[in-house]
């Protein structure tokens, strides 16, 4: 409870010193914030070239992310087909096939070579 009392308190004097300061501010005078010189940054900021160069770069990042998004569909396309014929020339388990035509004639060529040692 106490808390509650504490933090009622608190925004009771916020929203007064709030409300004191919102009541001071008509006081300032319009004629003097007008005699202000405008700066380089003020006159670039009010002119037409932020909105300009907005807008290139929005057409810019456009088309660069369409380009992006073909190129990534062509790669994608391509690693799809690449995996396709490696799975078509596999047994079916996306492995390999193993050719023991080559395994079996070196075995062959090592027993005649180890039989004509035997017989000399």
Do not use: W
Request: proline fraction near 2%; include cysteine; charged fraction near 30%.
């Amino acid at each position: 409870m106490f808390q509650f009392i504490v933090t009622t308190i608190l925004m009771i004097s916020l929203g007064t010193i709030l409300y004191v300061v919102a009541r001071s501010l008509p006081r300032i005078k319009e004629e003097e914030a007008e005699l202000r010189k405008q700066t380089f940054l003020d006159r670039f900021v009010m002119s037409e070239i932020p909105h300009k160069v907005d807008t290139a770069v929005n057409t810019f990042s456009g088309k660069l992310c369409r380009k992006l998004k073909v190129s990534l569909l062509k790669f994608d396309n391509f690693l799809s087909k690449r995996l396709k014929k490696l799975n078509a020339e596999g047994n079916g388990n996306g492995k390999p096939k193993i050719d023991f035509s080559e395994l079996s004639s070196d075995k062959e060529e090592k027993n005649t070579v180890a039989d004509n040692e035997k017989k000399e």
